[in-house]
């Protein structure tokens, strides 16, 4: 399964950017897919997680602020991200499971920088 992100950019504090992370290759409905955000200096971090079925999960700071979403139709998986704030600046990734107990497959990333 090949995942390409789209979306990121440069905002201001407090506005509002929607990623999209667009699967092929793959049986999409089938995989849990998450988003990820990494920023300089750190872990990579999950923050968010949409089964096939559009069960969500969210974690850490995006909690209310972050929307993951998916559209089987379009094999494609978004992140709604409102209010954003400096310290969202990252790369953020998304990645899909076929729960094997590993994320098995990865976007190359999207820059998304706030300034303040």
């Known amino acids: 399964v090949l995942l390409v992100e789209s979306g990121g950019g440069l905002v201001q504090a407090g506005g509002s950017l929607r990623l999209s992370c667009a699967a092929s290759g793959g049986m999409f409905n089938l995989l849990l897919m998450g988003w990820f955000h990494q920023a300089p200096g750190k872990e990579r971090e999950l923050i968010a997680t949409?089964?096939?079925?559009?069960?969500?999960d969210y974690r850490g700071p995006g909690q209310g602020r972050f929307t993951i979403s998916r559209d089987n139709a379009k094999n494609t998986v978004y992140l709604q991200m409102n209010s954003l704030r400096p310290e969202d600046t990252a790369v953020y990734l998304c990645?899909?499971?076929?729960?094997?107990?590993?994320?098995?497959?990865w976007g190359q990333g999207t820059q998304v920088t706030v300034s303040s």
């Open positions: 949409i089964t096939g079925k559009g069960w969500t």
């Open positions: 990645a899909g499971t076929e729960l094997t107990g590993e994320w098995d497959y």
